[in-house]
């Protein structure tokens, strides 16, 4: 699997150093927050385009945004090599995932613990990523929800039968544990946050993780 990090745990005061810390990680998560879709506010593309000028990691970036057809070029123009925005945030969203395929961007889409997978059946052929939430959106440190399982089966069953090419991701409550629980059922990659960022040896952890 890939391991994703989110660095939202992390020690902003000395952000650099921290991301350089998990340089073992291909990818880099952001969590982008507005306050409105999810409770809590976290940063927008500003943060994207700082951490471009020390990072050359694939910038996975996610968004719990209300109305995200509004920024997706505010976070192209920041350095966004996929941007996975919210089902239910989006009137249409087939019209977003084209917009942002049509800029050389990879497009994702992801679904609240409470919404039904087969929601994104239409969907699934223009996909280039589906991020399974396993916590509510919005807080780091919650508890994997197992019913998640379930989702990352359905979407790898549809993956094989129609040969979708697109990675099916899981954020929220990823350790070691869950880690190897969602391998199991086809998941390609993992975003990890408060359990990586709590460790000294953040790359090795990196590596277990991504070889569970």
């Known amino acids: 699997m890939i391991c994703s990090p989110s660095f939202l745990s992390s020690d902003f005061s000395k952000l650099e150093s921290e991301i350089k810390s998990i340089s073992q990680a291909k990818w880099l998560h952001f969590d982008c927050m507005d306050g409105k879709f999810v409770p809590n506010q976290t940063y927008d593309h500003k943060m994207v385009k700082n951490i471009k000028t ?3 990691q694939f910038f996975d970036v ?5 109305k995200p057809i509004d920024y997706i ?6 350095g966004a090599d996929l941007i996975t925005f919210h089902y239910e945030a989006c009137d249409d969203p087939l019209k977003l995932i084209r917009l942002i395929k049509k800029q050389n961007v990879l497009a994702g889409i992801s679904i609240k613990p409470n919404t039904s997978v087969e929601v994104l059946k239409p969907l699934l052929p223009y996909l280039d990523l589906i991020l399974i939430m396993s916590v509510e959106p919005g807080a780091g440190g919650q508890k994997f929800i197992p019913e998640s399982l379930e989702k990352i089966a359905y979407l790898k069953a549809m993956k094989h039968k129609f040969n979708y090419e697109y990675f099916i991701e899981v954020d929220g409550g990823i350790n070691l544990e869950t880690a190897k629980l969602v391998k199991e059922v086809g998941c390609d990659v993992i975003v990890v946050g408060s359990f990586i960022f709590k460790q000294k040896n953040r790359n090795e952890l990196i590596g277990e993780l991504e070889n569970v």
């Open 54 to 56: 020390y990072s050359n």
């Open 62 to 66: 996610h968004l719990m945004i209300e």
């Open 73 to 78: 070029d505010d976070y192209i123009d920041a």
